[in-house]
């Protein structure tokens, strides 16, 4: 038997380091067997974070007046894909994880922060 040590050095953008250590025992099988495999587990989870979203309104170049209280919809890109458009994937959003969609309305200041959803494109109206 031989222990071997473990630790992901890389990952894919957008996903948080998993810094456990796994220890893994390899068991010699026999001289015929060139390579031995064993499972393991390693998780590193999506990256979350909320964006924001400034509304203003204005017909000419002048200053902008801002907008409160207006609504908006974030949903994955994925779904809007999937479903084909915004409007049907609106349509499933039960379906959706807490980090996969935010429906967030604008201040008084015309700022709005959507929920803290998985690092990935997303589809805002």
Known sequence: MENIIVKKQKLRFGYNQDTNVYDY???YKNSTTPVIKTNGTV???VEK?????IKVSTNTN???E???DAEFTAILTKYVEFY???EEALKHIEEFADDEYSIFRTQSNGHGISGKLA????YCT
């Open 25 to 27: 025992v390899i068991q």
């Open 43 to 45: 998780v590193n989870t």
């Open 49 to 53: 974070a909320p964006f924001e979203v």
């Open 62 to 64: 002048a200053t902008a």
């Open 66 to 68: 801002v907008v409160p």
């Open 84 to 86: 084909g458009s915004f």
């Open 119 to 122: 690092y990935r494109k997303v």
